[in-house]
């Protein structure tokens, strides 16, 4: 009797929980059993494994082999045992050291012919692996994907016999190539191409500066859309860890990759059900808002989403993350995103526009608006409306403001919340006390404010941060009176839709 283990990992949302492959060979008549909580996936890898083993030149032994996939109550799916099963075999066998399986962790599906093919939402699992320090065993089909870590223990094998020789000693296999440092130019849109919109620049310069939520409201082409697109540009490139952790996110939702260091930014359609944007199917993936983590939401046409979408919102907005709840399993995924939303004034869109009239009745605008519930709407901090500005018949008017100038006004600011270890917008409770509590001045302004209006407790913290955005951008040591009115402004229609 003869028995070898092989490491692994199964992959259950961000966590990659490891798996032992224990592979038993005894006397009896030939047979593969595979055990521990296994999908279909995996106990068709029996053909797979044994037709790989014997076109790769290799034998399959006689008798009767059990593999135990362990623990055996943790879900197993996808083709990714292929491989260590394949390898297990042949250590219990005699075909290949035991020893030489140590410290080190095997993914990949195997052909028929022995080749080996790329394994989807491999990423996290290699993380993890190299957290632990060990040794990785990979498709070379999946090196563009494993390209992003760093580390030299990730070793590429294009066919089974190629993971034998190098586990035999008699070859090596290559590595992933390290990442490429060289400093790569982010290409994002320029807001000198928004020609007039003052006060709606002026909001998006604030939400970039303290990562606020934000919402736009206004007619057809007054510039919703590109103000939109080019908040990208205002905000930080990703960390090293954070650009990982991104690929990682797109990596399980089988998307393709974002290009290193950028911002995320997710623009579902209106017609997105809730499972799509904060994730969900029978096996929990990422949805948008985890696609937009360190990044920016973009949800136009926001009273045409589903009401149900529309309320799962609530939570991640709040705590930063997503739990995802399915009968086999609980995935917890982060959504720390920054929303900025866009709609029009009424249904047909021109309510309040000078130039065409509006053909909704006062009822039906009610009724349009409505659709933001309360509860969502306390959960923006910021609001804008736009005009339509006049048409310009050149591309760029010489007043405005380029993304380079903006980004100069925002980097004190950025500055001074890097210190505080968080930004305005992600303030907890005691840190919003701390950091952002006005003078007598502004909290007169406040207090007056919060009972006209009926303000929450949560709408006036967040007042409270973005006030103390404002007064970072003007270089205030607190956050004073002026500040505070100037949030007010941008909180008044948040409250109200449009």
Request: aromatic fraction near 4%; charge should be positive.
């Amino acid at each position: 009797m003869q028995l070898a283990t092989v490491s692994t990992r199964t992959q259950t949302g961000l966590s990659a929980p490891p798996v032992r492959v224990e592979v038993h060979i005894s006397a009896g008549l030939p047979a593969l059993s595979i055990s521990g909580l296994v999908e279909t996936a995996v106990k068709e890898s029996r053909d797979r494994v044994c037709a790989a083993i014997r076109n790769s030149g290799l034998q399959v032994p006689d008798g009767r082999i059990v593999v135990s996939l362990a623990p055996a109550d943790l879900p197993k799916s996808g083709s990714r045992f292929d491989l260590p099963i394949a390898l297990g075999i042949l250590a219990a066998s005699g075909q290949l050291p035991p020893e030489r399986l140590a410290g080190c962790e095997c993914y990949g599906e195997l052909a028929l012919s022995g080749e080996l093919q790329s394994v989807p939402a491999l990423l996290p699992s290699v993380m993890h692996a190299q957290g632990k320090g060990r040794a990785v065993l990979v498709p070379a089909k999946c090196a563009a994907e494993l390209a992003r870590l760093h580390g030299e223990n990730i070793y590429l094998a294009e066919h089974l016999l190629d993971a034998v020789r190098f586990l035999q000693g008699s070859a090596e296999l290559p590595k992933v190539p390290p990442p490429d440092n060289a400093e790569t130019l982010l290409n994002y849109e320029d807001f000198a191409d928004v020609c007039g919109q003052h006060q709606a620049r002026r909001a998006m310069l604030i939400a970039a500066a303290g990562g606020h939520n934000i919402l736009m409201c206004g007619s057809p082409g007054t510039g919703k859309s590109m103000l939109a697109r080019r908040l990208p540009a205002l905000l930080p490139p990703l960390s090293d860890a954070a650009a990982l952790e991104s690929a990682a996110l797109h990596s399980l939702a089988r998307q393709p990759l974002p290009e290193w260091r950028k911002t995320p930014f997710r623009a579902p359609h209106h017609s997105a059900s809730a499972a799509a944007l904060v994730g969900g199917s029978p096996k929990p993936k990422p949805g948008e808002i985890s696609l937009a983590h360190h990044g920016v939401l973009f949800l136009d046409e926001l009273p045409e989403f589903s009401r149900p979408a529309l309320e799962a919102l609530r939570e991640p907005l709040e705590t930063g993350r997503i739990t995802i709840a399915r009968a086999g399993q609980t995935c917890e995924f982060p959504a720390c995103f920054q929303l900025v939303a866009a709609m029009n004034p009424c249904p047909c869109g021109y309510a309040g526009d000078p130039s065409r009239d509006c053909r909704c009745s006062p009822d039906l605008v009610r009724r349009y608006q409505q659709r933001l519930s309360g509860p969502l709407l306390d959960r923006i901090d910021m609001s804008v409306a736009l005009t339509r500005s006049p048409f310009l018949f050149t591309e760029r008017s010489e007043g405005n403001e380029t993304t380079a100038g903006m980004l100069a006004a925002i980097a004190p600011a950025l500055h001074l919340q890097r210190q505080r270890g968080a930004r305005n917008a992600r303030l907890g409770a005691a840190a919003t006390r701390e950091f952002c509590w006005p003078d007598s001045a502004g909290m007169r302004v406040l207090e007056k404010a919060a009972a006209r209006y009926g303000m929450s407790m949560r709408a006036c913290d967040r007042v409270l941060r973005v006030a103390r955005t404002i007064a970072d951008l003007e270089g205030a040591r607190t956050t004073n009176a002026p500040a505070i009115t100037e949030a007010l402004a941008f909180r008044s229609l948040a409250g109200s839709a449009c």
